[in-house]
């Protein structure tokens, strides 16, 4: 059995948004020109062993704060962006922000997490093609119990 999407104009859009030509992006997922043409005018469907290459070129991210004292905690934000993620090249050039370009209330916020809660955040990044070495810094933007991590991966 075969698991096909038809996403062309989705897969249509990914392509011009990276900078990528029909024939770039058909020599990335090992088809030709004319089938990835096909595949974006919904003339033949996303196999599913092609979607998963499209999908390779993100990079997903997770921030998780817990409570793991005996007592609630009372998180303070100074507004509606409770958390961030940047990723930096290996010279500490940063070249994507999760924030940036959105727009967040400028109300304080608070957040309860009783003992053992978490707080969840995550970010997709759409790296595309590019490849080298990079940090992850994750930021809880928390007033009164600020915290970074940083992660170092490879993008081959």
Do not use: C
């Not at 249509?12 to 096909?38: F, H, V």
């Not at 010279?91 to 209330?105: I, K, P, Y």
């Amino acid at each position: 059995m075969s698991t096909e999407f038809k996403l062309g104009a989705k897969v249509r859009s990914l392509r011009r948004k990276e900078g990528l030509t029909q024939t770039d992006l058909a020599s990335k997922l090992e088809i030709s020109p004319s089938y990835l043409n096909l595949i974006e005018h919904n003339q033949r469907p996303l196999p599913a062993h092609l979607l998963v290459k499209v999908a390779q070129r993100t990079v997903r991210f997770a921030l998780q704060v817990k409570n793991v004292g005996g007592k609630h905690v009372e998180l303070t934000f100074p507004n509606g962006q409770a958390y961030d993620f940047a990723v930096l090249d290996a010279s500490g050039r940063e070249v994507w922000r999760w924030s940036r370009g959105r727009m967040f209330t400028q109300g304080i916020q608070n957040r309860l997490l009783g003992t053992g809660e978490a707080m969840n955040a995550g970010a997709t990044w759409p790296a595309g093609k590019a490849a080298g070495r990079y940090t992850v810094v994750a930021t809880l933007n928390s007033t009164n119990f600020p915290s970074e991590e940083r992660s170092d991966f490879v993008l081959p």
